[in-house]
């Protein structure tokens, strides 16, 4: 069996943000050389998610809303955690959005359902965060 491992990083303008990782993660399969296996992608910070769904920009428009609607990051001092942090919605976002997919790799490609791609998902970002892919298979 072979094992890879590598990490993405991220350092997002915004304090919210969803970037598409999907050819990045096909990349790192590609150089592993693996062509039946598994690829794990997880966040690696408790207020970013990865996640699978549409490259469509007003579903992601959608999501934020939805988001910010469960878990309003104003006022902040609504949370209790926020006693010396500001990003309590931010860890509730990310328990929502997921920390991680797994892929089925066939033939050397990530094997997905109609539309489907990969996000990495920030919720408490301008810092310097990573995302762990891990591919096994051989
Ligand atoms: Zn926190």
Same mark, same amino acid.
């Given at each position: 069996m072979i094992a890879k491992r590598e990490y993405l990083w991220f350092n997002t303008d915004e304090r919210v943000e969803f970037i598409n990782i999907t050819n990045q993660v096909q990349e790192i399969v590609d150089k592993s050389g693996i062509k039946e296996g598994l690829c794990l992608v997880n966040a690696m910070h408790i207020t970013a998610s990865v996640f699978i769904n549409d490259a469509e920009s007003g579903l992601h428009r959608d999501f934020k809303h939805w988001l910010e609607e469960l878990a309003?990051?104003? &006022?902040?001092?609504?949370?209790?955690?926020?006693?010396?942090?500001?990003n309590a919605d931010a860890h509730l976002k990310r328990q929502i959005m997921g920390r991680e997919v797994v892929v089925a790799i066939t033939e050397g490609q990530?094997?997905?359902? &109609?539309?489907e791609q990969i996000f990495y998902g920030e919720f408490d970002g301008q810092r310097d965060k990573r995302v762990l892919v891990k591919v096994l298979g051989e």
């Open positions: 309003p990051h104003e &006022p902040v001092s609504q949370y209790d955690h926020n006693t010396f942090e500001d990530l094997d997905f359902g &109609p539309w």
